[in-house]
């Protein structure tokens, strides 16, 4: 499974289809579930990885070969992939799983992303892919092992929670300046390598009409799991989803004598 | 005193009318009393004057006595917050029976110096009086105090489905009861129309303390003379707002924005018209904003920037928002305008972007909205929110460029900018000269030179921002003698003390 021999990368930015991250978040009524009834777009930090994707072709001109997105999720999940395009992806592919499915696990979901890679090596010597960048998380699960787990699978390097990426093709090598607690660390890599982006990394941009135009002549591909040989099975069964406890609003008191009053009456003492 | 009473008024001429109503009747300063009668009424903590018992430091009364913009400066000592309808009516009546004037005051946004008390006048906020005190989700009527602010209003709505029929930049500040006061117009009117067809009641406090209450929530009652649409637009001068109610819209199930980038605003009429025409019931906005707006909304912060490839070669920008009831038909008809736009031979833009998520629709928003505050970041502004045709937009703005420029104003120490943005679908132009300091030179080459120019369009000197103290001298480039002479009728009927908002609207 080694990358292209001619020096030219093959990029791979799967996105996932999200609630909103100016949506209320509410429960439904049966307490299975959020009402997904709401606005979805791209998960923030996927809209990144695919700017992350564009830029280094715009550094990297033509040594950058295809930027290919992929998505897994229901049909509405392929606005998500026309927004990849619009952004500067050059194809797509949907797995497409039923309105009805239950959302894939990240076991599932990186098996699945493995089965498209293999699948693009098998495509030919320069087809198969180099880079993988996609979000550190997505904000509806929260669960951020995608990226981790595909690198475990495949036997890649990782970087995750990248703020910086460079790469240098020539040498088969990335760069990668990652956050971590206090501060950041920069690290190198060899390709080829999972990326996972963290809120620093750029500023997505907008999708403009001509480009949406042209999106919608790119090459999209529809697949199940099915043809790629993976279960998506959940492992996981969700008991129950409740909200957080309702935050009791404050109240105001007129003098300091009633404050004191106050914090006596909830068992504050002075010490 | 007034020189002429309301039973000798009937039978004095117009014209002898209008010069007796010049002089302005004389009108108390608060003074200690009026502190201790106030404090009975109300809680010591609405209370905030200079003037003992209260003595509250100067500064405390400092936003009351400061408008927005920092244009205008009042002096007052006293400050009032009363919490109820009943509570404004006793301080109202005190002030009535005591000759002192009262400013009625919202979230104190408004743009020409309304809010603002010319001397010392009493300033009544309405800031405590923010209770909803009803909302039919059925009917979509919502009864609220006019102290509520607008955002927090759409908030209250929002679960239940509905949206406010109006939306200004202003909206986490502006009053329900401001915004009625000034019949704001905002990004909004384009498809729900003004206040004059969304207010369906009004409660309000007149200049003598009685309580006129017209709080109803019934869509058709033609009993009579309308009374409440006296006050809508009316900016304080004839009583004091204390109730509102309003038809709010179901809120749309989808909406999209996008900006267009022209390469020369002739285009934008023709961009109009055929929008329009594709868009139909989907069109809910069609702001435009010249380049000099759009890098000074840039510039400070308001909104995300298009990448300067999309933004080379622009004159001007456009902001088209739909909303609809279903996305996909919403989609279906803004991608074909959008092909028909790319496609067209002569296209009539560059190019454009669309907002793929709620987070870039607030991002393309504030690169319109945030033009005011960008506007008043960048420097002082002089403000002309104009109703002219539209096919002279461009005209007046580059004409005042020019006649600025003659008088040698055109530089950094004077006027940095000329700016022109608005709203393109109600035929609203906001010319704006942004300078360096407020001097009477660049007055001087401004008035009357901008309300010539509307006037010779046959336009408004004020669209929607309302006359306030800045506009009083010319009111009558938009309005004949006949008319001027009937609103000081009117003015005399609800308030012969003259104690409402004095020195405001009528010249
Ligand atoms: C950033 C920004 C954007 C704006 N955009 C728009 C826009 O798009 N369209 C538009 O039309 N306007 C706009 N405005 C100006 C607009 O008039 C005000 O924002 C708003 O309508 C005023 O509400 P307010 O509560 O702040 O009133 P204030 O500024 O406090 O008062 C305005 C006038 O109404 C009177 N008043 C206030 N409350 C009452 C009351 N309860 N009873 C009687 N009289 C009262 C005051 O005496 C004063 O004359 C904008 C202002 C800003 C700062």
Redesign the interface.
Known sequence: MRPSKACLLNILVPVKRAV????KIRVNPQQTGIDTNV?H??N?FD?IAVEEAVRLRERLKDQVKSIKAVTIGPPKSSETLR?AL?MGADSAIHVEIPESAPSPEPLAVAKTLRAIIERQSKAGADSGIDVVILGKQAIDDDLGMTGQMLAGLLGWSQATFASKVEIDVEKKEARVIREIDGGSEEIKCRLPVIITTDLRLN?P??????S??KAKKKPFEKLTAADLGVDLTPQLETIKVTEPPKRVGGGKV?TVDELVAKLKEAGIKAV | MLAVTRSSLPRVPWRVCRAAYATAPSLNPVIEQDIHHFSKILPSTSVVSTLSPVASPASDLDQFNNDWMGKYKGQATTVVKPKSTHEVSQIVRHCWERRIGVVPQGGNTGLVGGSIPLKDELVLSLANMNKVRSFDPISGVLVADAGCILQSLTDYIAPHNHIMPLDLGAKGSCQIGGNVSTNAGGLRLLRYGSLHGTVLGLEVVLPDGTILDQLTTLRKDNTGYDLKQLFIGSEGTLGVITGVSILTPPAPQASNNVILALPKFDNVLPLYKLVKQQLSEILSAFEFIDRTAYELAVKHGQGRALSDEDVRGAACFVLVETSGGRREHDEEKLNHLLETLLEAEKPLINTGVLSQSPAQFSSLWALREGVTEAISKEGKAYKYDISVPLSSFQDVVDGTREHLRSKGLLNDSAVKHVIGYGHVGDGNLHLNVVAESYSPEIQAALEPYVYEVVASHRGSVSAEHGIGSMKTHALHYSKDEVSIALMKKIKEIFDPRGIMNPGKVLP
């Open positions: 909103d991250y100016a949506v606005k777009s791209m923030p809209e927004t619009a500023e941009r907008y999708a403009t009409l001509p949406i135009m007129e």
